[in-house]
């Protein structure tokens, strides 16, 4: 008989057709017993009659002759049972499988959603060869959406060897945003908020931890896709989301028109324009001096930080 990779552990399962000799019949049976080290004999079940010139070869006919070659003879039926289930668990769990070659797949390992699965494919994806493959990403992805850190290591571990994917922007960011971090600490907040490379547009390989972050944050400032910071406190590539309500800049043709404007009514009235200018600082001073007895230091430093990003970004534009 052949492999039924739906019998259970323990199930008996009877020999027909065959027929062995009474109290022996094992002898002649264990033929038809599946060879695959999965099953046992169960034991002798029933009468019957066998073929005296062909055992365990089951006849019809009651004892005596049945032909002219063949006696029949009285004897007994057996049975089997299965014990264990020899297929390897982790490929059961890759390969989501009842039976590989000629062994079966233990239920709990047919299907790489099933709770035993889990270490088996955690361990396996921890392989950065094994991590970007279509059995882990689609696995680790179910995992983080169910807010467990299974993959949490795998992630690190395929970051660390390849930190050149894009993928890996958000687990391993690029110096220059590290800097950023490291200047203003918790005023900018998490990266999981704003860089570029932690968006879910970009896929990114992040940890629970990050995700939890990320779940929670109160609002987007900005989203920066690349930042050159230099030393006189010029700042290039930027790509900024206002979030604010502020209407987009003018165009460049307009803009530049009312700079032209500006710069004929400051030569044609100099005195009204050192006036209005210093009436300007004033303002700034008074501006300044109520953000800095209503608001923390860090938050000005931070909305200063903003208000300087958007100023150079419509500049340069």
């Known amino acids: 008989m052949t492999n039924n990779p739906d019998w259970t552990i323990g199930q008996k399962v009877n020999i027909d057709p065959g027929c062995g000799l009474a109290g022996t019949a094992q002898n002649s049976l264990q033929p038809y017993i599946p060879q695959n080290g999965e099953y046992v004999w169960a034991g002798e079940n029933g009468g019957c009659h066998y073929c005296s010139m062909e055992p365990p070869k089951q006849v019809s006919c009651d004892s005596g002759c049945a032909s002219t070659s ?61 991590f970007p493959n279509s059995t882990c990403q689609p696995f ?19 970051c660390n060897a390849n930190p050149t994917d894009p993928h890996c922007e958000c687990l391993k960011p690029p110096e220059k945003i590290n800097e950023i971090r490291k200047e203003y600490g918790d005023i900018v907040g998490d990266i999981t908020c704003w860089y570029d490379g932690c968006q879910i547009s970009k896929n990114p390989y992040m940890t629970l931890a990050m995700k939890n972050v990320k779940d929670n944050c109160k609002t987007t400032n900005c989203v920066i896709k690349d930042i050159n910071v230099q ?42 324009h050192q006036h209005q200018e210093e009436h300007k600082k004033s303002k700034k001073e008074n501006i300044l001096d109520f953000f800095k007895k209503y608001l923390p230091e860090e938050i000005i430093v931070f909305l200063l930080f903003i208000l300087l990003i958007i100023i150079i970004t419509r500049r340069k534009k």
């Open 140 to 158: 680790c992805s179910q995992e983080l959406a169910a807010n467990r850190s299974t993959c949490d290591v795998a992630s690190q571990n395929y």
């Open 231 to 272: 030393a006189d406190g010029k700042i290039n590539n930027l790509n900024i989301m206002n979030k604010c309500g502020i209407p987009p800049p003018p165009p460049p043709e307009e803009e530049h028109k009312h700079e032209e404007e500006h710069k004929h009514e400051e030569e044609q009235h100099p005195e009204e």
């Open 70 to 130: 063949c006696c029949s003879i009285i004897g007994a039926k057996g049975s089997f049972k299965r014990v264990s289930y020899n297929a390897d668990p982790l490929q059961c769990c890759l390969q989501q499988t009842k039976t590989i070659g000629d062994v079966t797949c233990d239920p709990n390992y047919r299907l790489n959603t099933k709770p035993d699965c889990r270490p088996l494919l955690q361990k396996y994806c921890e392989d950065p060869k094994n």
